[in-house]
């Protein structure tokens, strides 16, 4: 089957008429701002209200007003199956069990202060001289914990480590080897300093005393033995400020390169056709023990120039709960809105109806016969139909629903030859929209097309009612407009955040609010940093 495709084009101009039928758009809400300047502009001091109290009651409505209607286009929240995951590559990527294989143990007991006290200095001076060396053998950084904090706004990170030590002794041919049990721990919380954008960042590392343990793992005679009681007490108080100095760092490092990654991953380009969606970090926030990334989003053409902010969604965007799931990526419902839309652009398609659709050329010269006989005879072999696509097609969500509205002008002319038309209608079709992923993209389908509502602009044949034409019309649509546009939208939409966090396959709903991309398959997450 071919078509005789046209460029797109807006036809708002050539079709006044149309004016007339259902506008689709949604209608923007007033910003806050805007509302409370005018408010209180309106407004006078009163006698028992000075100045003062004036401005502080409109500076309030307007803090007001603003936060009531500002709302992110898109939420990425990332819960602690994530978020545990990325920091332990982080930490693999940083090295951080070789940092624990290097600390200096030998070195720090050598310069540990003795409290002032010269014996105690003379007994570990006595006591190191048996110790040729003292180092770390194994290292394991173990499964990572994150908590919500005491304070909401925080998250609190565990991270359990695992070592084996050993020294050597002339008192013993064999290493003396003890194990090294103990945690570090940090806070998450968001920056808000004025030197820059409010960020999250990795803070108060330090170790657990409750989770420090230091056992010896072999018995040897009674001198080793105590010799390593010796040692092992000399690691208690140096261990933690080992891992304070030397691992805390670390850790900071790699939170702030797995954050750094996640507003990178944010803001990969989503391709739509020609065009392009972005999104930019607004905010992040700590709820529970999620992280929760505020989105703005822009679409820009194919120059690169942006041709609509969504900085603000026009409705409250509602942030489902993760429940099981690591993730969820929340877009509202003017974003997707504006993405099918790009990828439906205004377009005219013309079609040799008795060479592409010849049975329905045939009910369609009967169904005009039923109106006009000699408009009917005049329909030849080259009779041609023209649809054009008016403006873009809106995009509507429900819990669980979504459909897709569209205007669209039709024409029919006898043959290729006639300069004008028999007549031209303007029709709403609405179509229901599905959508499926497939991998970690993200595909829409139009399922059928129904025209809701038909109506006659102009008529070379007499007047007549067009709804005597809906049932070869609605025809018409579904066999020549609906599988091009289903051909557009069969590339799908790339979803880089799944296979970024770890998932090979996507998942969608809708809410009446818009979509929620979630991981349709688990990973098996690595959950130790070992050397």
């Given at each position: 089957?071919t078509?005789?495709?046209?460029g797109?084009r807006?036809?708002?101009?050539?079709?006044k008429?149309?004016?007339?039928?259902?506008?689709?758009?949604?209608?923007?809400?007033?910003?806050?701002?805007?509302?409370?300047?005018s408010t209180c502009?309106?407004?006078?001091p009163?006698?028992?209200?000075?100045?003062?109290?004036?401005?502080l009651?409109?500076?309030?409505?307007?803090t007001t007003?603003?936060?009531?209607?500002?709302s992110p286009?898109?939420?990425l929240?990332?819960?602690?199956?994530v978020?545990?995951?990325?920091?332990?590559?982080?930490?693999k990527?940083?090295n951080?069990?070789?940092?624990?294989?290097?600390l200096?143990?030998?070195?720090?007991?050598?310069?540990q202060?003795?409290g002032?006290i010269?014996?105690?200095g003379?007994v570990v001076?006595?006591?190191?001289?048996?110790?040729?060396w003292?180092?770390?053998?194994?290292?394991?950084?173990?499964?990572?914990?994150?908590?919500p904090?005491?304070?909401?706004?925080?998250?609190?990170?565990k991270?359990?480590?695992?070592?084996?030590?050993?020294?050597?002794t002339?008192?013993?041919?064999?290493?003396?080897?003890?194990?090294?049990e103990?945690?570090?721990?940090?806070?998450?919380r968001?920056?808000?300093?004025?030197?820059?954008?409010t960020r999250l960042v990795l803070?108060?590392c330090?170790?657990?005393?409750?989770?420090?343990?230091v056992?010896?793992?072999h018995?040897?005679?009674?001198?080793?033995?105590?010799?390593?009681?010796?040692?092992?007490?000399?690691?208690?108080?140096?261990?933690?400020?080992?891992?304070?100095n030397?691992?805390?760092?670390v850790?900071k490092?790699?939170?702030?390169?797995?954050y750094?990654?996640?507003?990178?991953l944010?803001?990969v380009p989503?391709s739509?056709?020609?065009d392009?969606?972005?999104?930019?970090?607004?905010?992040?926030?700590?709820?529970g023990?999620?992280?929760?990334?505020?989105?703005?989003a822009?679409?820009?053409d194919?120059q690169g120039?942006?041709?609509?902010?969504?900085?603000?969604?026009?409705?409250s965007?509602?942030v489902?709960?993760?429940d099981?799931a690591?993730?969820s990526?929340?877009?509202?419902?003017?974003?997707?809105?504006?993405?099918?839309?790009?990828?439906?652009?205004p377009?005219?398609?013309i079609?040799?109806l008795?060479?592409?659709?010849p049975?329905?050329?045939?009910?369609?010269?009967?169904s005009?016969?039923?109106?006009n006989?000699k408009?009917?005879?005049?329909?030849?072999?080259?009779?041609?139909v023209k649809?054009?696509?008016q403006d873009?097609?809106?995009f509507?969500?429900d819990?669980?629903?979504?459909?897709?509205?569209q205007?669209?002008?039709?024409?029919?002319f006898?043959?290729?030859?006639?300069?004008?038309?028999?007549?031209?209608?303007g029709?709403?079709?609405?179509?229901?929209?599905q959508?499926?992923?497939?991998?970690d993209?993200?595909i829409?389908?139009?399922n059928?097309?129904?025209?809701?509502?038909?109506?006659?602009?102009?008529?070379?044949i007499?007047?007549?009612?067009p709804?005597?034409?809906?049932?070869?019309i609605?025809e018409?649509?579904?066999s020549?407009l609906?599988?091009?546009q289903?051909?557009?939208?069969?590339?799908?939409?790339?979803?880089?955040v799944?296979k970024?966090?770890?998932?090979?396959a996507?998942?969608?709903?809708?809410?009446?609010?818009?979509?929620?991309?979630?991981?349709a398959s688990?990973?098996?997450?690595?959950?130790t940093?070992?050397q």
């Amino acid at each position: 089957m071919t078509f005789t495709v046209q460029g797109g084009r807006t036809i708002r101009k050539r079709y006044k008429e149309f004016g007339e039928l259902t506008s689709f758009g949604l209608g923007a809400s007033a910003g806050g701002h805007g509302l409370a300047s005018s408010t209180c502009s309106s407004l006078t001091p009163g006698k028992m209200a000075g100045p003062w109290t004036f401005t502080l009651l409109c500076g309030l409505l307007a803090t007001t007003l603003i936060q009531a209607t500002l709302s992110p286009t898109a939420v990425l929240i990332l819960g602690p199956k994530v978020i545990k995951e990325k920091l332990t590559q982080e930490l693999k990527d940083h090295n951080a069990t070789s940092i624990l294989q290097q600390l200096p143990l030998l070195g720090t007991i050598q310069e540990q202060p003795a409290g002032g006290i010269p014996v105690l200095g003379s007994v570990v001076n006595t006591i190191l001289k048996y110790v040729i060396w003292l180092k770390v053998t194994t290292a394991n950084i173990l499964q990572l914990q994150v908590k919500p904090s005491a304070n909401d706004k925080e998250l609190l990170v565990k991270i359990p480590l695992d070592m084996v030590a050993g020294f050597n002794t002339p008192l013993v041919k064999t290493i003396v080897e003890f194990h090294m049990e103990t945690e570090a721990q940090a806070i998450v919380r968001m920056d808000t300093s004025a030197s820059g954008p409010t960020r999250l960042v990795l803070s108060d590392c330090a170790t657990s005393d409750e989770s420090l343990r230091v056992q010896l793992l072999h018995k040897f005679s009674f001198l080793v033995n105590a010799l390593a009681k010796e040692v092992m007490n000399l690691l208690v108080p140096a261990l933690p400020n080992l891992v304070k100095n030397q691992l805390c760092p670390v850790i900071k490092a790699s939170f702030n390169g797995m954050y750094a990654d996640l507003l990178q991953l944010v803001k990969v380009p989503i391709s739509l056709s020609t065009d392009r969606l972005e999104f930019d970090l607004l905010s992040p926030a700590i709820k529970g023990d999620t992280i929760q990334l505020y989105l703005g989003a822009k679409l820009l053409d194919s120059q690169g120039k942006v041709t609509k902010w969504f900085n603000n969604s026009a409705a409250s965007l509602a942030v489902p709960s993760l429940d099981n799931a690591p993730f969820s990526f929340i877009v509202s419902q003017d974003v997707v809105k504006a993405a099918v839309a790009a990828m439906l652009p205004p377009e005219e398609f013309i079609v040799l109806l008795d060479s592409v659709l010849p049975e329905i050329a045939r009910r369609l010269k009967s169904s005009i016969g039923l109106i006009n006989e000699k408009a009917a005879d005049k329909l030849g072999s080259t009779q041609i139909v023209k649809i054009l696509t008016q403006d873009t097609p809106e995009f509507f969500t429900d819990q669980g629903h979504a459909r897709v509205a569209q205007l669209i002008v039709l024409e029919v002319f006898a043959s290729s030859e006639a300069l004008r038309p028999l007549f031209t209608l303007g029709i709403e079709a609405s179509s229901e929209a599905q959508f499926y992923t497939k991998g970690d993209e993200l595909i829409l389908n139009l399922n059928n097309i129904s025209s809701d509502r038909i109506q006659l602009m102009n008529s070379g044949i007499g007047w007549f009612q067009p709804d005597v034409l809906k049932n070869i019309i609605t025809e018409i649509i579904l066999s020549v407009l609906l599988p091009n546009q289903n051909g557009k939208l069969r590339s799908g939409l790339p979803v880089s955040v799944v296979k970024a966090l770890g998932f090979e396959a996507a998942e969608s709903s809708l809410t009446k609010d818009g979509l929620v991309l979630t991981p349709a398959s688990l990973w098996k997450p690595s959950s130790t940093v070992s050397q």
